[in-house]
């Protein structure tokens, strides 16, 4: 079992809806939660991160986590074009700074 | 604020040789960590370095190695290149702590070195 999985898509979205991106990991131990958009040919940004289980918002971004499934997650509000990328979860355990990162989900807005 | 830069970005090497990369971290961090990316494997950690002290390492063989200097920029090494170290090596920066708490700091990655072995 990987450490960090995500579907690798694609996974294809029209412009304006909900993009939902899921990741799950097997390190109960794991405390911090990032997410990183990766576009070809550049290196990972980050979206966003979470510490907490519960939904954190920013802007068109919620992150949600459920520590007690092992899951976490990334939604896009009003997809955009400009939102098409390949995203990145990223796991981390208690105060290392050793990301271990999911394979990337690959996400297309259709115009 | 200057973000993460790495130097050179694109590199060209035979099988045999060996390269050094460079990356100087965002002003005020102290952790610096390097990562490879490749089609296959994905982003996987190499190390961290934390005022001049390898404090994490993945696992990857001896032929790659690290250091930091005392201005928190870093170098890594890789000896003897083979075929498969072709990849996208990314450093990573974040303010680190000398005494790690339950959270870790949020790493802003630098645009990377692409090195190619011929």
């Known amino acids: 079992q990987k450490e960090v999985e995500q579907n690798s898509g694609p996974l294809s979205v029209p412009e304006g809806a909900i993009a939902s991106l899921n990741c799950t990991y097997s390190?109960?131990?794991?405390?911090?939660f990032f997410w990183y958009r990766q576009y070809s040919g550049k290196s990972p940004e980050l979206i966003m991160f979470?510490?907490?289980?519960g939904d954190k918002e920013d802007g068109r971004f919620t992150a949600q986590l459920n520590k007690a499934s092992q899951y976490v997650s990334l939604l896009i509000r009003d997809s955009q074009p400009s939102d098409s990328a390949t995203y990145l979860c990223?796991?981390?355990?208690?105060?290392?700074?050793?990301?271990?990162f999911g394979q990337g989900t690959r996400l297309t807005i259709n115009p | 604020k200057a973000g993460v830069t790495q130097t050179p970005r694109y590199l060209i090497k035979t099988r045999g040789q060996q390269v050094t990369l460079s990356c100087s971290p965002i002003?005020?961090?102290?952790?610096v960590s390097w990562y490879q990316q490749t089609p296959g494997q994905g982003l996987q950690f190499l190390f961290e370095y934390f005022s001049e002290t390898q404090r994490n390492k993945g696992n990857f063989p001896g032929r790659f190695s690290g250091r930091q200097f005392s201005n928190s920029r870093s170098e890594m090494n890789v000896s003897t290149l083979e075929l498969g170290d072709s990849a996208l090596y990314l450093c990573?920066?974040?303010?680190?702590?000398?005494?790690?708490?339950?959270?870790?700091?949020?790493?802003?990655f630098g645009p990377g070195t692409r090195l190619t072995v011929l």
């Open positions: 990573a920066s974040s303010f680190g702590s000398a005494v790690p708490g339950r959270y870790t700091d949020t790493q802003y």
């Open positions: 979470i510490y907490s289980n």
């Open positions: 002003s005020g961090h102290r952790s």
């Open positions: 990223a796991v981390t355990a208690r105060g290392a700074q050793k990301l271990v």
């Open positions: 390190d109960r131990g794991s405390q911090s």
